[in-house]
């Protein structure tokens, strides 16, 4: 059974930073695409980033773009979020998702065993 556990959310004033962690079990990590989703108080999900098994496809939405990176460990069967430069309209929940769509307009939905409960960023102004 799958197993997907977010950490490392939290309250940061604008401008700051925070590094998110998703550990996975129950797979085998290494050959699974990783990715990141969120979601705001009263809106839909949406994808903000993705990285593929091998690490040589990555995605951002254009709104995380330049200011998140995407990262995985897959000793420590481990993919992360270092985001950077935070903004009051990055405050959502963040999910972590095994086997996501690799772009962002990908219609895709991953079944729900393969995501992870959230971690919820609050980003003051």
């Known amino acids: 059974q799958v197993q997907v556990a977010e950490s490392g959310g939290g309250l940061v004033q604008a401008g700051g930073s925070l590094r998110l962690s998703c550990e996975v079990s129950?797979?085998?990590?290494?050959?699974?695409?990783m990715g990141w989703y969120r979601q705001a108080p009263g809106k839909k999900r949406e994808f903000v980033a993705a990285m593929s098994w091998s690490g040589s496809i990555i995605n951002y939405h254009g709104n995380v773009k330049g200011r998140f990176t995407i990262s995985r460990d897959n000793a420590k069967n481990t993919v992360y979020l270092q985001m950077n430069n935070l903004k009051p309209e990055d405050t959502a929940i963040y999910f972590c998702?095994?086997?996501?769509?690799?772009?962002?307009?990908?219609?895709?939905?991953?079944?729900?065993?393969?995501w992870g409960q959230g971690t919820t960023v609050t980003v003051s102004s």
């Open positions: 129950g797979r085998t990590f290494n050959r699974d695409d």
């Open positions: 998702v095994v086997d996501p769509p690799l772009t962002p307009d990908s219609t895709y939905i991953p079944s729900d065993e393969l």
